[in-house]
C-alpha cells in the first residue's frame, strides 16, 4: 500500500510539473530545436570583425546604431515589425541601414550568422526601475533584448560615439574596439562551437538564473570626434 502511495504520488507531481512549466518546456523545445547543426567559426569570425569594424566608422562620426547578433534563441518572435534584409554582412550595407535620414535607420538590425536578416526592428524595451532617465532609447533596447534573449547586441550613441554591449541583462558602456572584440569572440565563438547542445542548455539556464549586479556598467568615456584629415 504504502509503495503504491507514493508511485502514485510521484505521478501526481510529475503531472502537476508539466501542467505548471508547460510554457517554459514548449519554449525549451522550441529552442533547442532552432540549434544549427554546423556553426563555421570562420564566418562568425568574419562577421565579428565586420561589426567592430563598422562599429568603429560609425563612432567616429557620432552615427547612431543597434545590432542584435542571433545565437541560440530565435530573435524574430521577441522583436516587432522588421524588413527581411537577407544579404551578406558587409561594412557597406551596415553603414548605409544605419546612415541619418534612411528610412530604416532607427530601428535594430538583427544578423544571423554570416547574413543581414532583418532591419528596421523595433526591440523590447527593459522595464527595469533602476535605470537611469538619461539612458537612451537604443541602450534600453539592447538592455530589453538582451533581457529576453541570449542575443549579444551592440549599440553606438549618436549623441557621444559611445560603444557598448548587452547580454543578458546587462549592458558595458563605453567600451573600446578591443574589449568589444574580445567580448564577442567569447560569447559567440565558444570553443569552436562544436558542442552547440551545451552550450544551448548552458545558455537557457543563464536566462533564467542571470547573474546578480547592476544592469549598467561605464567603463570609458566618449570618443573623441574624428577629424578630416588633411593633406
Same mark, same amino acid.
Not at 565579428?48 to 569594424?53: F, K, R, S, T, V
Not at 549579444?152 to 560615439?161: D, M
Given at each position: 500500500?504504502?509503495r503504491?502511495?507514493?508511485?502514485?504520488?510521484?505521478?501526481f507531481?510529475?503531472?502537476?510539473?508539466?501542467?505548471?512549466f508547460q510554457p517554459?518546456l514548449?519554449?525549451?523545445?522550441?529552442?533547442?530545436?532552432?540549434?544549427?547543426?554546423?556553426?563555421?567559426?570562420?564566418e562568425?569570425?568574419?562577421s565579428?570583425?565586420?561589426?567592430?569594424?563598422t562599429?568603429?566608422?560609425?563612432?567616429?562620426?557620432?552615427?547612431?546604431?543597434?545590432?542584435?547578433?542571433e545565437?541560440?534563441?530565435?530573435?524574430?518572435?521577441?522583436?516587432?515589425?522588421?524588413?527581411?534584409v537577407?544579404?551578406?554582412?558587409?561594412?557597406?550595407?551596415?553603414?548605409?541601414i544605419?546612415?541619418?535620414?534612411?528610412?530604416?535607420h532607427d530601428g535594430g538590425?538583427?544578423?544571423?550568422? #554570416?547574413?543581414?536578416?532583418?532591419?528596421?526592428?523595433i526591440?523590447?524595451?527593459?522595464?527595469?526601475?533602476?535605470?537611469?532617465?538619461?539612458?537612451g532609447?537604443?541602450h534600453r533596447?539592447?538592455l530589453?533584448?538582451?533581457?529576453?534573449? #541570449?542575443a549579444?547586441?551592440?549599440?553606438?550613441?549618436?549623441?557621444?560615439?559611445m560603444v557598448?554591449?548587452?547580454?543578458?541583462?546587462?549592458?558595458?558602456?563605453?567600451?573600446?574596439?578591443?574589449?568589444?572584440?574580445?567580448?564577442?569572440?567569447?560569447?559567440i565563438?565558444?570553443?569552436?562551437r562544436?558542442?552547440?547542445?551545451a552550450?544551448?542548455?548552458?545558455?537557457w539556464?543563464g536566462?533564467?538564473h542571470?547573474?546578480?549586479?547592476?544592469a549598467?556598467?561605464?567603463?570609458?568615456g566618449?570618443?573623441?570626434?574624428?577629424?578630416?584629415?588633411?593633406?
Open positions: 500500500m504504502l503504491w502511495i507514493l508511485g502514485s504520488t510521484s505521478v507531481i510529475a503531472v502537476g510539473a508539466l501542467v505548471i517554459e514548449r519554449r525549451m523545445l522550441a529552442e533547442l530545436g532552432n540549434l544549427p547543426l554546423f556553426a563555421s567559426t570562420s562568425q569570425r568574419e565579428i570583425e565586420i561589426i567592430i569594424q562599429v568603429e566608422r560609425l563612432a567616429d562620426v557620432r552615427i547612431g546604431a543597434l545590432i542584435a547578433v545565437q541560440s534563441i530565435q530573435l524574430q518572435e521577441a522583436v516587432e515589425s522588421g524588413i527581411k537577407d544579404c551578406d554582412v558587409t561594412s557597406e550595407m551596415l553603414e548605409t544605419f546612415f541619418p535620414n534612411n528610412a530604416v538590425v538583427i544578423i544571423k550568422g #554570416d547574413r543581414i536578416a532583418y532591419a528596421a526592428c526591440f523590447p524595451l527593459s522595464q527595469r526601475g533602476d535605470l537611469n532617465k538619461s539612458l532609447t537604443r533596447a539592447a530589453g533584448l538582451s533581457e529576453e534573449t #541570449d549579444v547586441i551592440v549599440v553606438v550613441s549618436e549623441e557621444n560615439g557598448s554591449h548587452a547580454y543578458k541583462g546587462q549592458l558595458v558602456r563605453g567600451v573600446t574596439l578591443e574589449e568589444l572584440r574580445a567580448f564577442m569572440t567569447s560569447v565563438l565558444r570553443p569552436a562544436t558542442n552547440n547542445l552550450h544551448w542548455i548552458r545558455s539556464i536566462q533564467h542571470k547573474p546578480a549586479g547592476p549598467v556598467i561605464t567603463r570609458h566618449s570618443r573623441p570626434v574624428a577629424k578630416p584629415s588633411s593633406k
